[in-house]
Every structure is written in structure tokens, then in C-alpha cells.
């Protein structure tokens, strides 16, 4: 309901601006980024999906008496996503545009709409700075900073205490991206607040890495507990590893792009029982399995 009413005051202001340039019998023509091939592609099609029936609800209800049409251009690379936006502006001329899912590519296609002066919702992206100090791009997804403070707070009220550790030890492992330098960077503020020691900070580059170096370093940490900052395949990958190093944790906390990932699951088996994921599950949920409270 929140997003819907914020699209439609977004389309009304959209319309009142171009209502002097453009008859009202002429389309209000949109513009939308997403990865819809690549390994992002799922998540990339989950939100266009929703901004085209976000915008078919404010078609129905007759915002500005305009019909509404969506120019979507498929984007995987940072550079393809600038790229894009340049195109949707020149071209397509279009006052809004939607995306895109992934961090990475979100930053680059939110700096050069922020350039070229044209507003830049974005659906998904949690990185932080995408957001800053801009005044043409927003969203009102929650930040990589918030979830990983969600995965702090989750491990200071609930894991730590179960455990009896007095003195727990944490690693942070991250890809090295804006995703995970915001996610992980919220993590180690919110533990030095609370107290709690982060051992060490992985970081490494998802699409090369050592998914067994990195399990035994977590080893030779003596790491109590995992906060994981990582996309779906290496987060994979990296679980994989730790089971097969035999590494002990009391907990791992993951966040939105791997550890809720109903794929994370599928992939896994048995051996994904037991994580924790700072976000909302990414699928339909048992009641079954939830509290009353949770309920």
C-alpha cells in the first residue's frame, strides 16, 4: 500500500510537469533497468514484474488521465546500466526511471541519472551510497547498512545470550563490492558499539576466490558466529566450504542476496538448516513453523 500510494503522488507530480510540454493524449512514457538476463536475473524479473503492476493499478485508477507505457532495457554491468540510462534520456526522453536490483549496477545508473537530472527510483539496491547526497534518486527499500545492523542486533538479543559466551568472537566475511563494504560496514560499526569483537573482516572478490581458504581462516579465527556478506552463488559456495572444513559456529547470519534465497535452500539441502538471514524471506513461509507473535 506504501509503495503504491508513494508511485501514484510520484506519476501525479510526473504528469503536472510534463503536462505543459505534452498533450494529455500522448503516452507518459517510463523508463526501467533491471538485469533480466545473468545471474541476477531472477531477482532483476521479480521487481520489474512489480513496477509493471504497480503501474497497471495507477493506470486503473486513472492518474492524470494518460496511459502509461514502460521502456525496460536489460543491463548485467555497471557500465551497461549507465549506458542504459543515457539512452532512456536521450531517446526516450523519459522523466522517471525504475531500477535495477543489484547494487553495483545501481550505482552507476543512479550517478548518471543524478547527472542528467532525471529521477532515478531505485526498487532493490541496499548499497548505501547510492542515496547520498543526491537529490534526484531515492528509494524506499531498506540499506545495506540496516540489514547488516539487523544481523548485529539479531546476534547481540537473541544468539549471544542463548550461547552463554561472555566473550564472543565474530568474523565478517564480505564481497568486496559497494553491497558488501555497506552491509559488512554496518555490522562492524553497530559491534563496536555493542561490544562485540569482530575478529576479522574477509573481504573478497566474488567472482575469484578461495571458498576453502576462506572456511579455514574462519577456523583459525575461532569464530563464534559468521555475519556473510554474499551473492547467491558464492554464498553458496562459501557454506559449502565450511561444512566440508568442518569449521564449528554457534550461528551464521547472512543477508538479502544469498542466505534468504529460497535457491540457497534448494541448493543446500539439509545443510542450509540452521542459518540465519538478516532480511525478509525471499518466498511464501510455513505458519506452521512461526510463533503466535510471528504469526
Not at 495507477?58 to 492524470?64: I, M, P, R
Not at 561444512?243 to 550461528?251: C, D, P, S, T, Y
Not at 545443510?271 to 540465519?276: E, F, H
Amino acid at each position: 500500500m506504501f509503495r503504491r500510494s508513494v508511485l501514484l503522488l510520484v506519476l501525479a507530480l510526473v504528469l503536472a510537469a510534463c503536462g505543459q510540454s505534452q498533450s494529455a493524449s500522448s503516452p507518459l512514457v517510463l523508463g526501467a533497468i533491471y538485469p533480466l538476463s545473468g545471474p541476477q536475473a531472477p531477482g532483476g524479473k521479480q521487481e520489474l514484474a512489480g513496477v509493471e503492476a504497480a503501474l497497471q493499478v495507477a493506470q486503473s485508477e486513472g492518474v492524470g488521465h494518460r496511459r502509461i507505457e514502460l521502456r525496460v532495457v536489460d543491463a548485467i554491468t555497471p557500465e551497461a546500466a549507465a549506458a542504459a540510462v543515457d539512452r532512456l534520456v536521450s531517446q526516450d526522453h523519459v522523466p522517471v526511471i525504475f531500477g535495477t536490483y543489484g547494487s553495483t549496477l545501481s550505482a552507476a545508473a543512479a550517478a548518471r541519472a543524478e547527472q542528467l537530472k532525471t529521477v532515478y527510483w531505485e526498487t532493490g539496491a541496499v548499497a548505501d551510497p547510492i542515496t547520498a547526497s543526491r537529490q534526484y534518486v531515492f528509494r524506499t527499500v531498506a540499506t545495506g547498512g540496516s540489514l547488516g545492523r539487523m544481523a548485529v542486533t539479531f546476534t547481540h538479543d537473541v544468539l549471544i545470550p542463548q550461547s552463554g559466551l561472555r566473550a564472543p568472537r565474530v568474523d565478517i566475511v564480505q564481497v568486496s563490492d559497494i553491497y558488501g563494504q555497506s552491509v559488512g560496514g554496518g555490522e562492524a560499526a553497530l559491534a563496536r558499539q555493542l561490544g562485540i569483537e569482530v575478529v576479522n573482516t574477509i573481504s573478497y572478490n566474488p567472482n575469484a576466490f578461495n571458498a576453502d581458504g576462506i572456511a579455514r581462516q574462519i577456523a583459525a579465527d575461532r569464530a563464534d558466529f559468521l555475519w556473510d556478506v554474499s551473492y547467491l552463488d558464492d554464498g553458496v559456495a562459501l557454506w559449502q566450504a565450511i561444512k566440508r572444513n568442518h569449521v564449528e559456529l554457534r550461528a551464521a547470519v547472512g543477508t538479502s542476496s544469498a542466505f534468504c534465497m529460497p535457491d540457497f535452500a534448494l541448493r543446500l539441502g539439509a545443510d542450509a538448516l540452521g542459518v540465519y538471514a538478516a532480511d525478509k524471506p525471499d518466498d511464501t513461509i510455513s505458519n506452521a513453523a512461526l510463533s503466535a507473535t510471528g504469526r
